[in-house]
């Protein structure tokens, strides 16, 4: 009987095994269940208007102002909520690694977003037109004075 104890006992060493590939396995499923829509989601995935566009934002003149992307995270309704990050063109400041969240209404082929959703004044909104995979549209500024164009937009989906 002993024998047979001794065989069907577990090792010390696959023991500290089993429980560190536990520990690992419940690590990354915590990581991704918490890891926040990214730039390089799988736009195959995901159904339009949901994915990641890379965006140019040009002021009157037609000159490139600043680039970067957004990713559109939520859809429900007419609503929408993602992040985006955009460095000013020509190296006019230091590139900002830091996401920032946006919200935004979707309509047919209308389409806005709020970059600065939180700010009460002094806002900067994308307001344009869904055609295909590119939204096309206005680069405006707007406060409690209310909107100016400052510009165009360009985003394609990734």
Known sequence: M????????????????????AMFF???????????????????????????????IYDANGNKLAEGRFSIAHHSGSDITGAWQFSPADGLKQADDKLRDFTGQITKDDFEINLQP???????LLHGKIIGETIRGDFMFCGFAGCVTQGSFEAVRE
């Open 26 to 56: 419940l690590l990354l499923c915590v990581l991704l269940t918490l890891y926040p829509a990214r730039f390089h989601i799988k736009n195959k995935f995901l159904t339009p208007p949901l994915g990641s566009y890379f965006c140019v």
């Open 2 to 21: 002993n024998e047979v104890d001794n065989k069907s006992r577990i090792t010390p060493t696959a023991l500290k095994i089993s429980v560190a590939m």
């Open 118 to 124: 939180t700010m009460a004044d002094a806002n900067d």
